[in-house]
Each structure stands twice: as C-alpha cells, then as structure tokens.
C-alpha cells in the first residue's frame, strides 16, 4: 500500500478527484456529494469527512488502496 501521506487530510478535493478518478466511485460509496460540488475546490478531504460525517483515516485508507490499485500511486 502506498505512503498515507500521498494523499494528504489537506489536499483540496477538487485537486484530488480530477487528479484520480479511480477516487471518484470512493466518495459516491460513501455517500459524499463531493463530484461536482461547487465547495470542492476549496473544501479539503478533512473537511469533507467532517461535513459528511466520515472517519478521516477510513476515506484515507480506502482512497490508498483504490489508487494503489488504479496504479495512480504506483
């Protein structure tokens, strides 16, 4: 598994889905409107995981081993 801190708590949602998109399916699994949400570019995945209620490490973990997968991270 990569490094956590490839993707960082700090790094803007926006940055991270149009960089990844393997990541995009993650945030719609967790039932996070992130895609396409206007706040995205200055909303961090921190804030995100608190505004939808979601454990930071957990969507960290998930979004590691996705674009491990995808070869993102690779």
Do not use: N, Q
């Not at 998109?21 to 206007?38: D, H, Q, T, Y």
């Not at 570019?41 to 081993?65: F, K, M, N, R, W």
């Amino acid at each position: 598994m990569p490094h956590l801190s490839a993707i960082r708590p700090d790094l803007a949602v926006d940055d991270l889905l149009r960089r990844h998109k393997a990541a995009i399916p993650v945030f719609i699994r967790r039932r996070m409107l992130c895609v396409g949400c206007p706040f995205a570019p200055i909303h961090t995945i921190a804030d995100a995981c608190l505004e939808h209620g979601v454990e930071l490490e957990s969507l960290l973990a998930e979004l590691a081993d996705v674009l491990s997968v995808d070869g993102s991270l690779a």
